[in-house]
């Protein structure tokens, strides 16, 4: 069960294990058991982080399940990739990508950096 903060008006912050079905309902206080609402509290550090971070931070979240454009889409549409590139050359690549999304090249020159 996950563990959710709430605010009590005289005691102030407390948590309490409450099933995700009940994320929203209300508790009641420890110590004085008048029914406290759930807050959401942030870190300091994400209250005081740059606009221009934050905003990198949800790009690049959102890229780690949804990239703008994949390997496919340039090999097709840049022609400066299609003609420079070995990757196109119709020559099978023995490239291959581990589970945790790594890029392994058995057989290959793994010291040099792909593109």
């Known amino acids: 069960m996950p563990l ?6 005289q005691h102030g912050v407390f948590s309490e294990l409450s099933t995700i079905a009940n994320m929203e309902a209300p508790v009641d206080c420890p110590q004085c058991g008048v029914v406290s609402p759930r807050i959401l509290a942030l870190p300091p550090h994400i209250v005081s982080m740059m606009k221009e971070t934050k905003q990198a931070m949800e ?4 890229a780690q399940h949804e990239p703008i454009i994949s390997t496919l889409d340039r090999r ?23 589970a945790d999304g790594n890029k392994m090249f058995p057989s290959m020159r793994p010291w040099m950096i792909s593109h």
Do not use: I, P, W
Not at 4 to 9: F, H, L, V
């Open 76 to 98: 097709t549409h840049d022609k400066k990739h299609a003609s420079d590139c070995g990757c196109s050359s119709g020559k099978k690549s023995n490239l291959f990508y581990t």
């Open 59 to 62: 790009r690049n979240e959102k």
């Open 4 to 9: 959710y903060d709430y605010k009590c008006q």
